[in-house]
């Protein structure tokens, strides 16, 4: 013959089982882990039967414990979404180092890195250019330059600011590529 806990807990359980997992559910979008919390929910309940007041809103505190478990898995979700996109990246990021330590491909990338290196200078305004060309042309200071260009020091780096912003503008797709290249050529 079964307890007076064992059939208020049946009861608790044909009520209430249904809603519970379609709650879960909803916020889940997954019938097996709906399911999964569900069957958690009522565990739990038995767990606490001895400290559960029956003639108190059961349904309230079912809520709460699914509610929690949700939450839970969620952030389990979240956790274990992060970390694959981790992994996928750090994978991408070893692939791309291999394929830079070949040299064949080291040829292709400071081919692709001279042709935008060249049209970045392009589209840099004529004085840009000039100025940029002698602060990498030659081992000059931004003073010489200065005085080689009949300009002020201010200016030099003025113009040097903004041949940087071209630079960064052409090559900012580029970044990770370029430092991955110069990290294999000076390893």
């Known amino acids: ?3 007076k806990e064992e059939i208020l807990f049946n009861q608790f359980y044909l009520k209430y089982y249904l ?3 379609h709650v879960a559910y909803s916020y889940l979008f997954d019938i097996e882990s709906a399911k999964n919390v569900a069957q ?3 565990l739990k309940l038995w767990d606490k039967r001895d400290i559960i007041d029956p003639q108190r809103e059961v349904y309230g505190y079912l809520l709460i414990l699914t ?9 389990r979700r979240l956790t274990e979404k992060k970390y694959k996109e981790f992994s996928n990246y750090r994978l ?3 692939i791309n180092l291999l394929s830079l330590s070949n ?6 990338i400071e081919k692709e890195i001279s042709t935008l290196l060249e049209s970045a200078i392009k589209m840099m305004p004529e004085k840009v250019r000039s100025t940029f060309i002698l602060s990498r042309s ?5 003073k010489e330059i200065a005085e080689i260009q009949g300009i002020a020091l201010r200016t030099v780096e003025s113009r040097l600011k903004t041949a940087m912003e071209i630079l960064k503008r052409v090559f900012k797709d580029y970044l990770i590529l370029i430092m991955c290249f110069f990290a294999e050529l000076f390893r």
């Open 1 to 3: 013959m079964k307890s």
């Open 19 to 21: 809603k519970i997992q």
């Open 40 to 42: 958690e929910v009522f």
């Open 67 to 75: 509610k929690n478990a949700c939450i839970n898995i969620l952030k």
């Open 92 to 94: 991408q990021a070893e």
């Open 103 to 108: 040299k064949a491909s080291e040829k292709i």
């Open 138 to 142: 030659g081992d000059l200071k931004q």
